[in-house]
């Protein structure tokens, strides 16, 4: 069989992968991948389907001098190469270098001319060729022995072109195809062709007349409009053939006879691949090496032998850990499946010799002893403070509050979440990847899972604490997000207390309005059906009764909430269906759910996640208490239901005022905006009256409350789109308002402009407290991508500074909880609230202390307004 070689135009398979995969990759340095990411599967996938003897690639470095020569404006027009893509030509070159795949540059000539060459000197050899090109231009080169491989779409669907499937395509032949383009231009290369002339036209000319030649020799057959074009256009058309003809006797080195793949150094190939942490493609590519899987995983981490100590010996290290100072990593180990004959839960403690364990409430009692007087570190200290300190109060807590305020520890997760907020979980073995540059072990057992994440804490946390410093994050995290854990041990033991009686004589009332509801619909559907089914609702709405059809999806008919909004004007049985759902959606999740989540102190305890949101706020869960609607009738009875702890108590709710748009005043510096803030007036009357321009006293309702939405868009990046659409006005009247308010504005728009320019040349955005968001869309060439991508920028410095100040606060107001020896609890926060359960007879007190810290946590250039109130439920108290 001959010799088959596979030529790749590097070019376009960067380009093609640089579009396909998302722009959320980098290697260890911060430098984009995911081109390089796109085009190793690529090549992968080539040899997978091809099995090529050899593989070349090629890649442009200049443009011909002819070719500039005959056509000034070649090529002239089109963009220049976005940075992020130029950035990983070199990492794909070295990761090449490292396979032995040969990579071909000419200077002054294009990718397409190298493959010319090297298909021509393989027919010369009887060879096999395949190019590996996007570019439509290389269909000129294929014979019975050289083929295009082009991608169909994405990154993995590929077609091969032979001879018939060229004509099949395009009607007309390889050896045609430089008259094709000459015929009908190429707009990406600037090539003009002969205007009127597409691919169809250009084809039956060709047929008919065999090349350009044959068509000017018979202008006579020719008529109409089509005649004068081509006969004005004949410089055009024979220069634009010879711009598209490929060059296939260019001078360079290849030794293609010797070319062979897979054939590489295995250590070079894991040293260049390991590099940018592609150890999936490194597997791969070892494997068509016939080289062992195992050599693609990162290095393992050096441990000693973990035979951890236990009894008296675990006990003695652990004193001298603590007497030395020594900061101890711990893992709490809880078995699936408890028994009569395990422990409930083993705690394992790594020294900087050792690794210890301890079993049952000895293990309590030693990590107690760990956070009254030593130092620790854990992949989330919260959930390891839980275990002496349980958020259920009916359980045993074997410290106190006052000893968790002051415990040091150091929490792994939290560390690398104020890294990179983007990733969706913190554990042991990325962790050390990424910080330490190895892996651990696959460990025996469970067990041993848990020692080895004892031991290697400490190295870890070294490492983390070194990144936050360099990447000047140190200080977020250790004046607000670490002190809040502690603020938030304590607040989950405190919990939240149900009126259960509320609750179930709203159950009773919403479960007979279902049955009202479901009911309608029925009837207005004429046909009984089952209502939680999306396929026979969406036969009913867009069949039966022949509503108009919306997108469709893989189920069929989408019936989704922003589809079925649409329709409300359509039907009266739209709004019954969208009601069933709300009430469904409130019954399933907060009326018989939120009972039998309460504990055994009969109270309801939520946890708050530091580390899930990109953000910075924080998220609740189980329940989740910030998702209780908060402008709907039925969310406010929700509200009623959550009730003080004690009798005689009083539920507080302290809440910032508009404390974003405060933070946009502050961090734009803008003089009008600050201006409406510390005049005292209504902010959103002030607004409409600036840009409405009309008296304050002349501002009604619906322009208060359209100022209201500029306002609150600006912050969140709103486009005239959105507003239209949220006001339900005309796009034309919503850009009028955006621009008028930025006349009033300027250093709004000024500000925005900065933070947007700053993120996309640093990669982030930041608060005025230093957490970072890391915005990998800037950097996308989707143009809807991007535009999340400054939205977000411009929106971070306000959320995430509203975030930071909210935990301080929380921080502070613990703090002097404890100090002045106040009864009243910190029970919850949701985005900028605090709740409390109060005495009645610290009220005033209360209420005091909470406004001042709140308020005074932070020095703005605008006053920072917070709203205390009081009632007998939530409800009553927002």
């Not at 959930?383 to 009916?394: E, I």
């Not at 250790?478 to 041990?489: A, E, H």
């Amino acid at each position: 069989m001959p010799k088959k070689i596979a030529v790749i135009d590097g070019n376009s398979l960067m380009h093609r992968a640089y579009h396909a995969v998302p722009p959320t990759m980098n290697a260890p340095d911060g430098t984009p991948t995911n081109a390089a990411f796109g085009f190793m599967s690529m090549f992968i996938k080539l040899y997978e389907t091809m099995a090529p003897d050899a593989i070349v690639c090629a890649f442009d470095a200049g443009r011909p001098a002819f070719r500039m020569e005959a056509l000034e404006q070649y090529k002239a027009t089109r963009p220049s190469m976005d940075e992020e893509l130029k950035a990983q030509f070199p990492l794909v070159e070295n990761l090449l270098e490292s396979m032995n795949v040969p990579v071909v540059r000419v200077k002054g000539w294009e990718g397409d001319d190298v493959l010319g060459t090297v298909a021509a000197r393989d027919e010369a050899l009887g060879y096999e060729t395949y190019l590996v090109t996007g570019d439509k231009d290389a269909y000129q080169l294929v014979s019975d022995l050289t083929k295009v491989v082009t991608t169909k779409k994405g990154i993995s669907d590929v077609v091969v072109y032979g001879p018939a499937e060229v004509e099949e395509r395009y009607g007309v032949t390889p050896a045609q195809f430089p008259d094709f383009l000459g015929l009908k231009g190429d707009s990406s290369d600037n090539i003009p062709g002969v205007p009127g002339i597409g691919d169809k036209g250009a084809a039956k000319l060709l047929q008919n007349f065999g090349s350009i030649d044959g068509i000017y020799e018979n202008l006579d057959k020719l008529k109409g409009k089509q005649l004068q074009n081509i006969s004005e256009n004949k410089e055009a058309a024979f220069t634009s053939r010879r711009v598209a003809t490929i060059v296939r006797d260019l001078d360079f080195e290849l030794d293609i006879e010797g070319a062979a793949f897979p054939s590489f150094d295995e250590e070079s190939v894991i040293e260049a691949f390991h590099a940018l942490r592609f150890n999936a493609h490194l597997a791969k590519v070892l494997a068509l090496a016939g080289a062992d899987a195992e050599l693609a995983a990162p290095s393992k981490l050096d441990l000693p032998d973990l035979n951890p100590l236990r009894g008296e010996e675990a006990a003695c290290a652990l004193e001298k850990a603590i007497e030395d100072g020594v900061m101890v990593g711990v893992e709490f180990y809880v078995p699936a499946q408890e028994s009569l004959f395990e422990p409930s839960a083993s705690l394992f403690v790594g020294t900087d010799k050792d690794v210890l364990v301890f079993e049952g409430d000895e293990g309590l009692r030693a990590f107690a002893r760990i956070v009254r007087e030593g130092s620790f570190c854990a992949i989330d200290a919260k959930k390891a403070l839980q275990h002496v300190y349980p958020a259920d109060n009916a359980e045993e807590a074997f410290v106190e509050l006052s000893d968790v305020a002051k415990a040091r520890f150091f929490d792994i997760g939290l560390a690398a979440y104020l890294l990179n907020s983007n990733v969706s979980k913190y554990e042991y073995e990325p962790l050390c990847d990424v910080y330490l540059g190895a892996v651990l072990p696959e460990p025996q057992s469970e067990e041993a899972r848990a020692a080895a994440h004892a031991f290697i804490g400490r190295r870890l946390s070294e490492s983390l604490r070194a990144a936050l410093e360099k990447d000047e994050s140190i200080s977020c995290y250790t004046k607000i997000d670490l002190p809040l854990v502690g603020t938030l041990v304590g607040m989950e033991r405190v919990g939240a207390m149900l009126d259960t009686g509320a609750l179930a004589s709203m159950g009773a009332e919403t479960s007979a309005e279902i049955a009202d509801v479901k009911a309608e619909v029925i009837s207005l559907a004429g046909e009984e059906f089952n209502l939680d089914s999306p396929k026979q609702l969406g036969h009913i709405l867009f069949e039966v009764l022949g509503l108009p059809v919306g997108k469709k999806n893989q189920r069929g008919y989408s019936t989704d909430a922003k589809t079925l909004k649409g329709l409300e004007d359509k039907h009266p049985i739209v709004s019954k269906v969208l009601r069933y759902r709300e009430l469904a959606k409130m019954q399933s999740t907060y009326i018989d759910a939120l009972p039998n989540m309460r504990a055994g102190d009969g109270r309801v305890h939520t946890s708050f996640n530091q580390t899930v949101t990109t953000t910075g706020r924080l998220s609740s869960s189980n329940p989740n208490l910030q998702n209780i609607p908060v402008r709907t009738e039925f969310g406010r009875r929700i509200r009623e239901c959550f009730v003080p702890l004690r009798e005689g108590d009083v539920f507080v709710s302290a809440d910032y005022s508009q404390i974003e748009l405060r933070l946009l005043a502050h961090l734009s510096e803008d003089e009008s905006l600050i201006d409406s803030f510390c005049g005292g007036a209504d902010f959103h009357a002030a607004t409409a009256a600036r840009v409405f321009g009309i008296p304050v006293e002349k501002v009604t309702p619906e322009l208060r409350s359209r100022a209201k939405a500029v306002n609150f868009g600006i912050v969140y990046g709103q486009q005239a789109f959105g507003l239209a659409s949220s006001l339900g006005i005309g796009y034309k009247e919503a850009q009028e308002m955006i621009d008028r308010y930025f006349e009033v504005h300027p250093r709004v728009r000024e500000y925005l402009d900065e933070t947007v320019a700053n993120a996309k040349e640093t990669g982030y955005a930041v608060t005025m407290f230093g957490r970072k968001r890391h915005i990998p869309e800037l950097r996308a060439s989707n143009a809807t991508q991007r535009g999340f991508g400054e939205r977000t920028a411009m929106n971070h410095p306000m959320q995430g500074s509203a975030a930071d100040i909210i935990k301080l606060a929380m921080n502070e107001v613990a703090r002097r909880l404890a100090a002045d020896g106040f009864s009243a609890q910190l029970m919850l926060q949701v985005h900028d609230e605090l709740d409390f359960s109060v005495p009645r007879e610290e009220l005033e007190a209360l209420s005091s202390m909470v406004e001042e810290v709140m308020s005074g946590v932070v020095e703005l250039k605008v006053p920072l307004l917070v709203d205390v109130q009081s009632g007998m439920n939530w409800a009553q108290a927002h």
